[in-house]
């Protein structure tokens, strides 16, 4: 009788506040992506002018689809499900091919968290790192937590602090991480995925909802500290052109002197750079990083939503809340402390995020008074941003297990973390060049959004309907939504998708076919990906026929029931 009560709690679990769901679809965006990624992006392609393709992409993408998903993801939870498959499965009346789109929806994110972790870790050692180098500055002894580096992170050089990074990631040879004694990276990586999987089994509400409350005023503050430090350094070396200013301006002009291969100087064109369609390219896929769509985490969070609560200014506000760690946080953060101290030659490391994380980045602490306290900031903001992002990358493939195998929370999350191990030992042991994560990451967090947000506006218009996806929208409205927003998913996002992701693929895919036919790695990964599609498709036909089964005998019950339970 107990387990069925906990059963039965488990099925209508829905979010404790309004608050706490725009701040969990916000933690799922705020991630590395923001404050890594987006300041490379806005310097290599067109500084100030970068932004225009990128508002336009936040206008015609973002928001509209963001909605959408919300919407989707309620009307989904009304009728008692919570995954992916589920929502598609039941909103679009029983269509098994829509079902199973939605099952595959749920792998993209989890094999993300396959390698997310693993980069979440980086964040978490850095931070103690930094930490036992801040206690050794009080006083207090310090501590490292490598036996070849003193408390804190500081090298001679930039090459020490390039070299520091590509032995903790052992980039330098696959395996390397397994030698227990030389890299502490492995146990970290461990324990990240505890922390996920924890926070996952406690629940929308006890679990994510919570650590979100805590985390966002967190990241909030330490975000502002290494604000208040780069704002106030002035010109810390005394050169021409070092100033916060000349940072800021590195990154946000929109036009900059280049170098031709002549050896002439020229300045860039505001239009030559807009009629560039890599930047386009680029804005774009910044704008998925960004807001998190189309990976199945908004539509599993909102289905937590309860039926009368409001959606619309949720949505919004979920995704302004994450355009303002991306634009201006991660925009002063980043890109002007690299100017300032490093010079114009920073540049050069500045469109990898993971160069500009932890290489660029690491070497201004070392240079910067007080650098320890503020790169142990830095990287704590870091992991506590990757810790939301990577639970909600987790969410999805939960609710779809225990949705399918009418599992408790507990089984299901314990079935996940085996499930989700397997990924991460295969990027964790292929650390050459990092080339397992590359590969992951291509393949998933680059072609996949493009895919399923094709097919998601083209279900959104054509299948559910516009009647359906407005009436949902208006539902509980605090304010009340734009009519004409279906219209645009329908006739301005989708034709813009299908442009941007033809031209995509003619960019990327067939260098990445290649890669396949030459490289063991590629190969590997590739097999384990196809593996993973199989199983689940399978699944999701044999949970879809249970579905129907289940509703032709009167065992589903009704939406009203659902919507009842909800916000009893």
Known sequence: MAQKEKARKEKTEHWGSQVGVVLAVAGSAVGLGNFLRFPGQVVTNGGGTFMIPYIVSL?????????????????????????????????????????????????????????????????LLYALQYFGGVLRSLGLGGFSIFSHVDPGLYFESSEGYGNFFGSLVGISENGSLFKFASSPLLLSTIFCAACNFFLIYRGVSKGVEKFCKFAAPLILICSILVIVRVVTLGNPTGLPGRSFLDGLGFMWNPTREVVLPNGDVARTS?????????????????????????????????????????????????????????????????????????????????????????????????????????????????????????????????????????????????????????????????????????????????????VFAIAQTLFISFIWGLPNLRREIAEGAAIKPPLFIGSVVKYISFPYLIAISCFWAWKNVGARVHEIQQNRIAQLSLGFFLFMIILLSVLSFMVMKRWDRDKAEGKIVSENDLADSQNS
């Open 270 to 450: 505001v239009l030559t750079t807009l009629a560039n369609p890599d930047v386009w390219l680029a804005a774009s896929a910044q704008i998925f990083y960004s807001v998190s769509i189309c990976l199945g985490a908004i539509c599993t969070y909102a289905s937590y939503v309860k039926a009368k609560e409001d959606i619309a200014l949720s949505s919004i506000s979920a995704t302004m809340t994450n355009e303002f760690c991306e634009v201006v946080l991660a925009g002063l953060m980043a890109i002007p402390p690299a100017i300032m101290f490093l010079g114009a030659n920073a540049g050069d490391g500045l469109a990898s995020s993971f160069s500009l994380g932890f290489v660029v980045l690491p070497n201004v602490f070392g240079l910067m008074p007080f650098g320890q306290f503020f790169g142990f900031v830095f990287f704590l903001l870091l992991f506590f941003a990757a810790m939301t992002s990577s639970m909600s990358l987790v969410l999805p493939t939960v609710a779809l297990f225990r949705e399918s195998f009418k599992w408790t929370r507990g089984k299901s999350v314990i079935l996940a973390a085996f499930v989700n191990a397997t990924g991460t030992v295969i990027v964790c042991w292929y650390t050459k060049d990092l080339m397992a994560l590359d590969v992951f990451d291509f393949w998933f967090a680059n072609l996949a959004p493009f």
């Open 59 to 123: 206008l015609l993408i973002a928001i509209p689809i963001a909605l959408c998903e919300w919407a989707l993801g309620r009307a989904g939870g009304r009728r008692g499900f919570h995954s992916p498959l589920g929502i598609y499965h039941s909103v679009s009346g029983g269509k098994k091919f829509w079902g199973l789109l939605g099952g595959l929806n749920a792998l993209a994110p989890f094999v993300i968290n396959m390698y997310y972790i693993f980069i979440e870790s980086w964040c």
